[in-house]
């Protein structure tokens, strides 16, 4: 068998809202929807990779408390912009982010937040290394 190549195109995100999720990249982020099955199934192109939406399970479908994610995975964006505007523009669209922050020798400025249903996130942007 000769040499395989594998690659990663797809992370999928099991929550309670599909259309809340989506919404929520497809406006802060501006990713596109690329497939769709109404309130269950939802696939935005990130560039690189996918990010998919797949409704929970039943036996989480009728809990009286809103879904919220408890997971130790985050999904990391980079962006080509000014970090600081992003990052003041979604707080002014009241979406929970942390302080910007960076590292010693790492050419990063970052920013954590967190979507609707506490999926964590984190923005990042190059820097010309004085950091």
């Not at 479908?61 to 919220?68: G, K, M, S, T």
């Not at 942390?98 to 050419?107: A, H, L, P, T, V």
């Not at 984190?122 to 820097?127: L, S």
Request: with cysteine.
């Amino acid at each position: 068998m000769g040499k395989m190549e594998i690659t990663f195109n797809r992370v999928i995100i099991f929550c309670g809202d599909v259309n809340k999720l989506k919404t929520f990249y497809q406006e802060y982020f501006g990713f596109r929807l690329v497939e769709e099955i109404k309130d269950e199934w939802a696939v935005l192109n990130t560039g690189q990779t996918e990010i998919a939406f797949h409704k929970i399970g039943d036996a989480y479908r009728n809990n009286d408390q809103p879904f919220r994610a408890d997971s130790n995975t985050k999904l990391v964006f980079e962006i080509s912009g000014d970090l600081e505007a992003f990052r003041e523009d979604l707080l002014a669209k009241a979406v929970l982010l942390k302080e910007i922050k960076s590292f010693k020798g790492f050419d990063f400025i970052l920013c954590d937040g967190e979507d609707p249903e506490g999926n964590v996130f984190q923005v990042k942007q190059k820097t010309t290394g004085t950091v």
